[in-house]
């Protein structure tokens, strides 16, 4: 079994900012990339940025320059550290991490944590 259990997310005022985090537990092997997703009402889920093992970051262009991910692979957590929040930053934030089980070969797959709700107010 894998867990991912975020946490962090809130009510904030346009211009302000919040820290998500996000641990993964369970039997992992190897933790490859993991990341930072949202899904607005009515909107599909989109990326908001990924970070590799070795610390290489993507960000969607909406929020760069606004957002910091970072992961500490030694504890299995990815952070996502949010500034200058916009309203239309509001939506429900996932985590995501590519991983490999143990005893599960090479295979890697996605798991995904439970999302955690972050509303901007205006």
């Known amino acids: 079994q894998v867990q991912l259990v975020e946490s962090g997310g809130g009510l904030v005022q346009a211009g302000g900012s919040l820290r998500l985090s996000c641990a993964a537990s369970?039997?992992?092997?190897?933790?490859?990339?993991m990341g930072w997703y949202r899904q607005a009402p009515g909107k599909q889920r989109e990326k908001v940025a990924t970070?590799?093992?070795?610390?290489?970051?993507d960000y969607d262009e909406s929020t760069k320059g606004r957002f910091t991910i970072s992961r500490d692979n030694a504890r299995n957590t990815v952070s996502l550290q949010m500034n200058s929040l916009k309203p239309e930053d509001t939506a429900v934030y996932y985590c995501m991490s590519n991983l490999i089980r143990s005893g599960e070969g090479f295979r890697a797959s996605d798991y995904w944590g439970q999302g955690t709700q972050v509303t901007v107010s205006s």
């Open positions: 970070i590799t093992r070795g610390g290489s970051t």
């Open positions: 369970g039997s992992i092997f190897r933790i490859n990339e």
